[in-house]
């Protein structure tokens, strides 16, 4: 019987600021228009865990699927095995589990005189034809923000032969967010994150990482 | 055979209460028994865990908050109204009837004197939070998910009988998670077993006769249901839902069961028992752990 759970810790830098927005209603009433999620009791940014999902998600279904899938029910079994497929019997729940990252370096940020561990970036937009400026603010977890990353994959029988190959997707999936963005208004250069110290853990049952730590420190 | 505290140190976790954007503080023993029998099917021992669960000494507790010490579900029906608190100002006795109405949780060490007619107020353990997230470039897939984030120094506690699998089955289960949305990071715990501090264990109970408190959401078997609906004062709860199957395409509802809340009184122990709730032509079982393990109401003299 080979049942494990391996998982998977790193770290989450910011190399610009990040924007994971979130309703008004809860953080920071009447301070900026577009506040930052979260977490309620230390107010310190959170990284929740379904927006790593869901971003690695999109991203690595440009790459696995053969074909176009309009909606996640439609995507292929690489992705569908990894990630869930409520329409698949056999995927119903996903291999992977992702973890909210919460905000780790907050003394050293302390040390380094940081103010506030988010910032607001004010930007405006300008008509063509009348040329006024429409101005906005943005709220933003600041730069050097660093945040812990976890993840579970879960070995059964099903998947003891295939443990490898699902850890190159996965490696791609991190790949893929470094080089992509984390959040909102990528395009305009938040979000950037580089993952740090990835490593393997069996942290159930009988798993040999040692491949899986190559993989891991070789890639990324 | 002994009880053991299982203390689960949760971050954050969504424990829904019939909807997505609804949770609920704790959980009721039925949804970590599943958690519990999809992890044993994932090993392999399906089996072997129903046979355990089928015994009749196995017990399993709905989850209570631990808070530098174990606490206990407001017994329904108490305090008695023959010992009124202050009968002189009719305000006063408002202002703590909604008091008593709030309280959900009562420490163990209090719990003796809130029979007694002694109020206090409820300790907060969770902040809720309801986070709105969605599916980008796609029309109407706004939805939002409710969290219970948990203070640093609060925990979960379930009451179980300590086996070598059940143990094994809580290890594993620390890194899949209970509750809701548990592949976006939901629900995941740190584990710890303690001991049942002396005057806890010598009140637990399965047979007694004489007043009791259920600490898990149960249902008695058909022939006990009638006296102990009439002697008791209970809350009905729903537990309804999707079964979660392999082995079928669609997903199919369960049939909906309402079982005695737990924090229910009664004037005696009654048996309970697991029911099977799989929808019609379902290819397996849908078991539904209804089995109350007891705390009785006097303590030793």
Redesign the interface.
């Known amino acids: 019987m080979a049942f494990a759970k391996i998982q998977v810790t790193g770290q989450i830098r910011l190399e610009t600021g990040l924007h994971i927005g979130t309703s008004n209603a809860f953080a920071a009433i009447g301070a900026t228009d577009s506040p930052v999620i979260k977490d309620p009791i230390t107010n310190l940014p959170i990284i929740p865990g379904s927006s790593i999902k869901g971003k690695m998600r999109t991203l690595l279904a440009r790459v696995y699927n053969t074909t176009l899938a309009e909606k996640p029910g439609d995507d292929g079994e690489i992705i569908s095995r990894l990630f869930g497929n409520s329409s698949d019997k056999n995927y119903k729940v996903g291999r992977l589990i992702f973890r909210d990252a919460f905000l780790t370096n907050k003394d050293d940020l302390d040390s380094r005189d940081v103010k506030s561990y988010t910032e607001v970036k004010f930007e405006n937009t300008i008509d063509r034809i009348t040329a006024e400026a429409n101005p906005r603010q943005i709220e933003r977890a600041i730069r050097d923000s660093v945040f812990g990353f976890e993840l579970i994959y879960e070995v059964t029988d099903k998947s003891q032969a295939q443990v490898e190959e699902d850890f190159k997707v996965i490696l791609d999936g991190l790949k893929l967010l470094e080089l992509d963005y984390l959040g909102g208004s990528g395009s305009r250069g938040y979000g950037k994150v580089v993952f740090e110290d990835l490593k393997a853990n069996t942290v159930f049952g009988n798993y040999d990482v040692s491949r899986l730590n190559e993989l891991l420190t070789t890639e990324v | 055979m002994t009880y053991k505290m299982y203390i689960m140190n949760f971050?954050?976790a969504h424990f829904g209460a019939g909807t997505l954007d609804s949770s609920k503080m704790t959980f009721a023993a039925d949804r970590l028994f599943s958690a519990l029998a999809i992890e044993a099917k994932?090993?392999?021992k399906m089996e072997e865990f129903v046979s355990i669960a089928g015994q009749d000494e196995f017990a399993l507790t709905d989850a209570f908050p631990y808070l530098s010490g174990p606490f206990l579900p407001k017994p329904i029906g108490f305090p008695k109204f023959e010992q009124p608190d202050l009968t002189t100002d009719v305000k006063e006795v408002r202002r703590q009837a909604k008091m008593a109405k709030k309280l959900q949780f009562i420490p163990l060490d209090k719990f003796d004197s809130y029979v007694n007619g002694t109020l206090f107020k409820d300790e907060e353990h969770v902040?809720t939070?309801?986070?709105?997230?969605n599916?980008p470039h796609v029309d109407g897939n706004l939805f939002?998910v409710s969290t219970v984030?948990f203070?640093?120094d609060s925990c979960l506690y379930v009451i179980a009988n300590e086996s070598e699998l059940l143990n094994e089955l809580f290890?594993?289960l620390?890194?899949?998670?209970i509750g809701g949305?548990?592949?976006?990071?939901?629900g995941?715990f740190d584990l710890t077993i303690l001991d049942l501090p002396d005057g806890f264990k010598n009140r637990l109970t399965k047979v007694y006769q004489g007043p009791v408190m259920t600490l898990t959401t149960a249902l008695p078997i058909e022939k006990e249901l009638e006296y102990a609906m009439e002697t008791g004062s209970y809350l009905l709860s729903k537990s309804s839902g999707f079964a979660?199957?392999?082995?079928?395409?669609e997903?199919y509802r369960k049939q909906d069961l309402y079982k005695f809340a737990s924090g229910s009184t009664f004037s005696e122990t009654f048996t309970g028992q697991i029911v099977d709730v799989r929808p019609l032509d379902f290819p397996h079982e849908v078991l539904n752990y209804a089995k109350p393990l007891f705390f009785k109401m006097e303590g030793e003299r």
Not at chain 2, 129 to 133: D, F, M, W
Request: glycine share 8%; net charge positive; aromatic share 8%.
């Open positions: 971050h954050t994932k090993m392999g902040v939070n309801i986070v709105t997230k599916q939002q984030r203070r640093d290890t594993s620390q890194y899949t998670g949305k548990r592949s976006s990071g939901y995941q979660f199957s392999t082995e079928t395409n997903n």
